[in-house]
């Protein structure tokens, strides 16, 4: 049996969190994954998770933060995080040059060994642009996966959709860096333009019941996320989300 995690900026919307807490532990979520706006009190929001019931297993730490090693290592330690992902980089980086890719896949690459010595896993979390051919031809993604072998991966599939790309290629050639995975979904192409074209889990276009057997079948998958990056009924996309997943 599979246990559903949420990702918590998609109910950044929604607060207070305590409540968001307590609506997901009721749905039957078991664990949320973390973001950096959350960060601000690490005791006390691991108060507020335990009194819920949930656990975080995985969080997403910005490379800025991540480059700060002792603070970084005290958070994911205080939040109780097996693996730690980092999960964007600002948009004037996004067609910078081969060279500065393998640049920052190098020093994922360092990072990833620092924090597996102190105990956690560390991947990348992917958007769209990583999967926008550079000059050379080769994928921003491509790049990171291969430039640093050290480095795990949490696939976002509705974002690889949304790159223009097929996330089931990715997931035959990849599928030994894939330790977790996004699961949410993108409207028919006009539709939910107040929730920025995305959909519940189910209820879009992602062809996910094949995808996801092949995540089970192939990949090294762990943690299955809930996500939708702009919701306006947060209870309905939760509910309808791990009400798919579970049938999937």
Known sequence: MTDFSFQLYSARNFPPFSDVFALLSRLGYASVEGFGALYTDPTGLRRDLDASGLTMPTGHIGLDQLRDKPKATELAQTLGL???????????YWKQSDEKWTELARELGELAKYYRDQGFGFGWHNHHFEFWPLDSGRTP?????????ELDWEMDVAWVVRGEDDPKSWIDKYADRIVAVH????APEGEAADEDGWADLGHGTVPWKGLFADLKAKSKAKYFVMEHDNPNDLERFAARSIATAKAL
């Open 183 to 186: 699961l949410k979904d993108i």
């Open 141 to 149: 993604m491509e790049i990171l996966l291969t430039e640093a072998p």
């Open 82 to 92: 097996e693996t730690i992902f980092c999960p964007f980089i600002g948009q004037e």
